[in-house]
Every structure is written in C-alpha cells, then in structure tokens.
C-alpha cells in the first residue's frame, strides 16, 4: 500500500511526524562476492571426500544440503585451500585480508551508486562477525580507501546476522543526530573461514550447506545533505526511513552465535529457532508498527534476512506472507547463501536495482540475529 493511501483519509494525516519529521534518506547499495563461485553440490561432495573416514551416513550431508535451497555460493578462497589451514590465527589472518579487499570493494560500489566521493563520507560504522582484528576492519578499510582523517568510525562485532539491519539503524541514527552528514553501513563477512572441520554436530552439518561470503554496503545521508549528481544517486528509487525499532528477548543466548575458543568459532544454532520466531515475531512487528498508527496491510515491501529455509518458513507463516512478499529473499538464498550480516543488504540491494516498489510504497526491513534479537526499519519507498 502507498504513504498516500495509508495516511490520507478524509483529509486527515493519521500519523503526522511521518510526513514531517526530518528523515535519513538511502542514497546508494552496493555489493561485492569473491571470484570463487561454486554450486551446492560441488560443496557437498569436497566435505565428503573431506570427512570420508568419519561420516557414518555421507547421505545425510546430501540431504541436509539439499533442504536448505541454496544453488550455489561464493568462497573467498578456492574450495581446495581450506583443509590447508592449520590454525585460528591462520584463518583470522586471512579474514583480515579478504574482508579489507572486499568490504573496500562494496563501500566503493555503494558511494559510486550515490553519487557520492569517499571524501563525502563522515562516519562509517562496519559489522563484521567472521574475524576479530585490532586496529579494528573499519580502520583498514579507512587507510585502504583513503577516508578522511576525521571521519567517525564505529566498529559492531557479536550481532551476527541481524547485523545489516543493526548498523543501518545506527547509521540512520548518526545523521538524525548530525543531518547534513553522510554515513555509510558496511557488512563483510567469511563466514567459510569458520569452518571446523572437527566438528560433526548436525549444528555445523547445516551451517557448511548455508553459510557464504561477501560483503554489501549502505550510504544514508540526513534530511540536511543535499544531494549531488541527480542521475546517478538512487534518492528518488532507494527509500527514507522514517522509524527503527529493536526487541531483545532476556535469556536466549542459547538460540544462534558462536562459542569462541582457542580452536576458533563453533557454530550454536538450536533447532528451537523456528518455533521461537513463530511464538514471537508477529507480535514485536505489529507492536513496531503501531507506533506509527500502522498494521501489516499497510505494508507493501519486505526486506527480510535470508536465514535459512526454516527461518523464512517461519516468518512467513508468523507474519502472514503467503503472496510472494518473500521472493527477493528466497532467491537471495538460492544464489548466495547466508551471507550473516549482509544477507539483508543484498536484498535491499536487489529490491532497489530490479524493480523496486512504486513511490509511496511502505516497507519494513528486517532481520534477527545473536542475543537473541529482532531489528526493524520502517522504510517509505
């Protein structure tokens, strides 16, 4: 449904703030994946040869892949190389290396769709959960790309998957506080290099079927920043966002995240998940939204994280979302995988580039992660 069937009736304006508030607008996405592209089968049978003297049931790493509905994903390294890592540290140091490239690639796209030069942007905060650096990724990136020297950093680790929406929220955030500034949200993940191969839980069974790599980026600018070069920036596609809400559920960290150890990051991801999120969700939307003086129907777009097949099963069955409002979703799934924090990203990016909604149009961007947690963005198109 359009802003102006939502809010005009009988001449009336139903919630006024969000035809006058001053708004962060997004004025360019951009993403980057590596060059290593394989299909789910290929996937599949490497770990097979890999684990082949200590799979009782090889058939049913087939089936676990097959059920999460991923065609293909991108590596940041060639398949072959992974048993060749010996250490955490190994793997961190590459994580260090991969994620400056390609985070630096995506923050670079992002500007150019803005219209926008690096020398524009004044604070960049970056989501990352694959890695642990000090210098922080945001500071390479910063040297990498030649940012100010007085640009605002910020970097988010922990919050896994809800992480895109997280850091755009808070991203949004800066230039309500500050709005004739220009801040940018960059998520870059690897999350194959979290592979144990130790580690034969069913937890990572499914984790090696769902998880990829890239990275994707976000630049937002307040109601105060004008705007340069008409053609190439996305503000009359990309959407304002006119609100952000958050839910943080008290003692579920038992529900997705990381046990971290001297061996690296293993995978937790309780198959109570799906239920959860069917016992929860619906409510904390309509909760969200009736804030504005709205409800579902008001909705005409979603942007939800691609979490996985039971995920999505279940956000389509809690919100009602039977009428292809998922597709984007479910086809980001398909050809990427899980990307964690970027996942959300990347369909933002696919709905602003490929047929985005009619002017107007409201939406909700919205993804859950580590804590356990929700984040939503109420988005007029």
């Given at each position: 449904?359009?802003?102006?069937?939502?809010?005009?009736?009988?001449?009336?304006?139903?919630?006024?703030?969000?035809?006058?508030?001053?708004?962060?607008?997004?004025?360019?996405?951009?993403?980057?994946?590596?060059?290593?592209?394989?299909?789910?089968?290929?996937?599949?049978?490497?770990?097979?040869?890999?684990?082949?003297?200590?799979?009782?049931?090889?058939?049913?790493?087939?089936?676990?892949?097959?059920?999460?509905?991923?065609?293909?994903?991108?590596?940041?390294?060639?398949?072959?190389?992974?048993?060749?890592?010996?250490?955490?540290?190994?793997?961190?140091?590459?994580?260090?290396?991969?994620?400056?490239?390609?985070?630096?690639?995506?923050?670079?796209?992002?500007?150019?769709?803005?219209?926008?030069?690096?020398?524009?942007?004044?604070?960049?905060?970056?989501?990352?959960?694959?890695?642990?650096?000090?210098?922080?990724?945001?500071?390479?990136?910063?040297?990498?790309?030649?940012?100010?020297?007085?640009?605002?950093?910020?970097?988010?680790?922990?919050?896994?998957?809800?992480?895109?929406?997280?850091?755009?929220?808070?991203?949004?955030?800066?230039?309500?506080?500050?709005?004739?500034?220009?801040?940018?949200?960059?998520?870059?993940?690897?999350?194959?290099?979290?592979?144990?191969?130790?580690?034969?839980?069913?937890?990572?069974?499914?984790?090696?079927?769902?998880?990829?790599?890239?990275?994707?980026?976000?630049?937002?600018?307040?109601?105060?920043?004008?705007?340069?070069?008409?053609?190439?920036?996305?503000?009359?596609?990309?959407?304002?966002?006119?609100?952000?809400?958050?839910?943080?559920?008290?003692?579920?960290?038992?529900?997705?995240?990381?046990?971290?150890?001297?061996?690296?990051?293993?995978?937790?991801?309780?198959?109570?998940?799906?239920?959860?999120?069917?016992?929860?969700?619906?409510?904390?939307?309509?909760?969200?939204?009736?804030?504005?003086?709205?409800?579902?129907?008001?909705?005409?777009?979603?942007?939800?994280?691609?979490?996985?097949?039971?995920?999505?099963?279940?956000?389509?069955?809690?919100?009602?979302?039977s009428h292809g409002e998922l597709d984007r979703s479910w086809d980001s799934l398909r050809r990427f995988g899980n990307l964690s924090s970027a996942s959300v990203l990347l369909v933002l990016e696919?709905?602003?580039?490929?047929?985005?909604?009619?002017?107007?149009?409201?939406?909700?961007?919205?993804?859950?992660?580590?804590?356990?947690?929700?984040?939503?963005?109420?988005?007029?198109?």
């Amino acid at each position: 449904m359009t802003y102006e069937a939502v809010f005009a009736s009988e001449g009336k304006v139903r919630h006024p703030q969000l035809r006058d508030a001053s708004r962060t607008r997004i004025v360019g996405v951009g993403s980057a994946v590596p060059k290593y592209r394989y299909s789910q089968a290929t996937l599949t049978n490497a770990l097979k040869r890999l684990w082949a003297d200590k799979l009782d049931n090889p058939e049913l790493l087939d089936r676990i892949h097959a059920r999460t509905r991923v065609a293909s994903r991108h590596l940041a390294f060639p398949v072959q190389r992974y048993p060749e890592f010996r250490s955490w540290g190994e793997t961190n140091s590459a994580w260090i290396e991969f994620a400056e490239e390609l985070g630096s690639e995506a923050l670079d796209k992002a500007l150019r769709n803005a219209g926008m030069s690096r020398s524009e942007l004044d604070a960049l905060f970056v989501v990352s959960i694959t890695g642990i650096a000090s210098p922080s990724l945001d500071a390479r990136i910063i040297n990498h790309l030649g940012l100010r020297s007085d640009i605002k950093r910020t970097p988010i680790f922990g919050v896994g998957c809800v992480g895109g929406a997280l850091g755009l929220t808070r991203a949004a955030d800066h230039t309500l506080a500050y709005p004739t500034q220009t801040a940018a949200i960059l998520a870059v993940e690897a999350c194959s290099l979290t592979f144990r191969p130790d580690d034969l839980s069913k937890a990572n069974l499914v984790s090696t079927g769902l998880f990829a790599d890239g990275a994707a980026a976000v630049i937002v600018t307040g109601s105060g920043k004008a705007i340069g070069d008409g053609d190439r920036s996305l503000s009359g596609v990309a959407p304002e966002i006119l609100g952000s809400g958050s839910v943080f559920y008290p003692d579920s960290e038992d529900i997705m995240g990381w046990d971290i150890s001297e061996n690296g990051f293993r995978i937790v991801l309780s198959p109570r998940l799906p239920d959860f999120i069917r016992s929860r969700l619906a409510g904390d939307v309509d909760e969200f939204l009736a804030k504005y003086d709205l409800c579902r129907v008001d909705i005409g777009n979603w942007v939800i994280h691609t979490g996985g097949p039971k995920v999505l099963d279940a956000i389509q069955d809690t919100l009602d979302l039977s009428h292809g409002e998922l597709d984007r979703s479910w086809d980001s799934l398909r050809r990427f995988g899980n990307l964690s924090s970027a996942s959300v990203l990347l369909v933002l990016e696919d709905t602003v580039s490929t047929r985005p909604p009619p002017p107007g149009t409201l939406g909700v961007l919205l993804a859950m992660g580590p804590g356990f947690c929700t984040e939503m963005i109420l988005l007029r198109w």
